[in-house]
């Protein structure tokens, strides 16, 4: 396919990673002209966690009415769109391919470029909408539901992953401690609501490798001091503390302290590592507000630039998905035979 991309003026984005159905429209001069998210959070709210299967099929009932409504809000029609953009990595799988049919079909019958769209990156690329300018090379973080990757990033589609989580991801700590509290999913807004009212300081939770000089995340050590601190050390006779609405305040409070403190630490060591002067941070969690919070401070006693996704481009959305424009313009088209990688790809690429 022969494309003269100066002719075209608006990407549709599909994004359907996980547990939202998006779409958006992007101009050329990255100006987002709509993006329409449809969550499924009610969905999966009794089972504390995406159920994969209920996802995949949720996308199937949506994923249409979510592209018009787009193309409404935007005010075009299909025959505008000079581009289609997908997320096809990371996610799961059946969620993941209900975006890329989609994205195919609309490819090949409007014969437009497709785009391959790494969830990752456009996560990390949500700063840069934001910024209205460069913001790269940079550290890039993404703290989410399913990651806690740092990254050097030496453009907005070159990445290196220098470090991640061992075991759970950030989002998956908050949502699960959450479910440990009763305090309700999806968890991360669920804590830092009922967190104002605890004390950050009333338990003293693990901070792993906090000290250590490696760019690596755990939270198991965390989740289960947690549990332990709320239900009780399985075998002992000690009785825990009653779980009244303060003492849930403070263990929400606490916790959250302790794994914000490890998520800023970790920057501030992969900013030194890879003396870089500037961090990108997306990705669900980022819309933490003591987490927006500590990061300033440290970005400010260390001096980099730091820029954090607007609240709006934190979780999943489709909009973000204008790291597209970047491909397009390197001339990066995807064949149409593009296939979903599930999986986080660990190479640089
Ligand atoms: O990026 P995202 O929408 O989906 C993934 O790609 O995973 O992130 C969802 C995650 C969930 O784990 C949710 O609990 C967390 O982001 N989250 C938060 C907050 N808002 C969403 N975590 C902490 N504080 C928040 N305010
Ligand atoms: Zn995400």
Redesign the pocket.
């Known amino acids: 396919m022969s494309v003269d991309v100066s002719s075209i003026r608006y990407v549709l984005a599909i994004e359907s ?2 547990d939202e159905t998006a779409a958006a429209v992007i101009d050329s001069d990255l100006e987002v002209r709509s993006s329409v998210v449809a969550s499924q959070y009610e969905l999966h709210r009794d089972f504390g966690g995406v159920v994969p299967e209920i996802a995949s099929r949720a996308h199937v009932r949506r994923i249409l009415p979510v592209i018009d409504q787009s193309l409404k809000q935007a005010g075009i029609t299909l025959a505008d769109v000079g581009a289609v953009a997908v997320a096809t990595q990371p996610g799961l799988v059946g969620s993941l391919l209900v975006g890329l049919t989609a994205a195919k079909t609309l490819a090949l019958t409007l014969d437009v470029p497709l785009i391959d769209v790494n969830h990752i990156e456009a ?1 990390i690329y949500a700063c840069r909408m934001a910024a209205g300018r460069d913001v790269f090379p940079a550290i890039g973080f993404v703290v ?3 990651h806690s990757n740092l990254y050097d990033c030496t453009s907005p589609v070159d990445f290196e992953l220098i470090g991640s989580t061992i075991d759970d991801a950030a ?2 700590a ?2 699960k401690v959450a479910q440990i509290l009763g305090i309700g999913f ?4 669920a ?2 609501r009922v967190a104002e009212k605890g004390n950050p300081k009333a338990i003293r939770f693990p901070r792993t490798f906090l000290k250590e000089d490696r760019l690596e995340f755990s939270f198991s050590g965390l989740k289960t001091a947690v549990l332990y601190t709320a239900k009780g050390v399985p075998g002992s006779t000690k009785k825990p503390e009653p779980l009244t609405e303060q003492r849930i305040a403070d263990i929400a409070a606490s916790f959250q302290a302790a794994a914000v403190d490890v998520l800023v630490a970790k920057c501030e060591q992969a900013l030194r590592q890879r003396n870089r002067n500037r961090l990108c941070v997306g ?3 980022a ?2 507000v003591r987490l927006r919070g500590q990061l300033e401070r440290m970005a400010k006693r260390i001096g980099v630039e730091l820029h954090v996704a607007p609240m709006s481009l934190c ?2 959305n489709a909009a973000m998905a204008a790291i597209a424009w970047e491909h397009l313009r390197r001339g990066r088209f995807a064949p149409l035979d593009l296939d979903v990688t599930p999986g986080l790809v660990r190479r640089k690429r």
């Open positions: 990673s996980c996560h989410s539901g399913g989002g998956e908050f949502d999806p968890g991360g807004p804590i830092q990705g669900g969690v819309a933490n979780t999943d």
